[in-house]
T-cell receptor, first 111, second 115 residues
């Protein structure tokens, strides 16, 4: 099966930089995705890494190390609206069609 | 872009009744859809994979007879919670692959409250 572990909660102030880590165990690997979810809303796609290294998308960047089964999401210039839950996700065995989510990290941004 | 429409957004039902949740892919064909359940402050847990024209594949521990899934067309999948009980109260979300290597489009979710 798959398991993805994340810190349960992270707090930061506006304008700061925060890193949300994800360690995973999976049989087969087809990339690591990151999603944002505000309370009561649907997950929205943020970033995807298929290969090792850093992917940058505006204020958000994501990093992957396949050898370490580890990735992180980096949020820069934090804004109040970034307060949300963040999930890493992988495509799950056996078909690798379904998306399996990590435990999730609640980010609280304060003024 | 790919849009998945999910209805209803909220539903309250009495214990013992059944509730149907619909998910439609609006501008693309979804041969496969996925149903998730999310309890407050928890992650999204995959319940089942819905396949057009065939039986759904349920995750371990999910009761097939309680959560009935029908995927009768390339654009519509339904989840019926049968004989609902208060412990079934949760946020249910559907999703579908949108054709990109990493892309999954999610419905807006259904908040089910069983009283």
């Amino acid at each position: 099966g798959q398991s993805l572990e994340q810190p349960s909660e992270v707090t930061a102030v506006e304008g700061a930089i925060v890193q949300i880590n994800c360690t995973y165990q999976t049989s087969g690997f087809y990339g690591l995705s990151w999603y944002q979810q505000h309370d009561g809303g649907a997950p929205t796609f943020l970033s995807y890494n298929a290969l090792d290294g850093l992917e940058e998308t505006g204020r958000f960047s994501s990093f992957l190390s396949r050898s370490d089964s580890y990735g992180y999401l980096l949020l820069q210039e934090l804004q109040m609206k970034d307060s949300a839950s963040y999930f890493c996700a992988v495509r799950g065995a056996p078909s690798f069609q379904k998306l399996v989510f990590g435990t999730g990290t609640r980010l609280l941004v304060s003024p | 872009g790919a849009v998945v429409s999910q209805h209803p957004s909220r539903v309250i039902c009495k214990s013992g009744t059944s509730v149907k949740i619909e998910c439609r892919s609006l501008d693309f064909q979804a041969t496969t859809m996925f149903w998730y359940r999310q309890f407050p402050k928890q992650s999204l847990m995959l319940m089942a994979t819905s396949n057009e024209g065939s039986k759904a594949t349920y995750e371990q521990g999910v009761e097939k007879d309680k959560f009935l899934i029908n995927h009768a067309s390339l654009t519509l999948s339904t989840l019926t919670v049968t004989s609902a009980h208060p412990e079934d109260s949760s946020f249910y979300i559907c999703s579908a692959r949108n054709g990109t290597n990493y892309g999954y489009t999610f419905g807006s979710g259904t908040r089910l409250t069983v009283v």
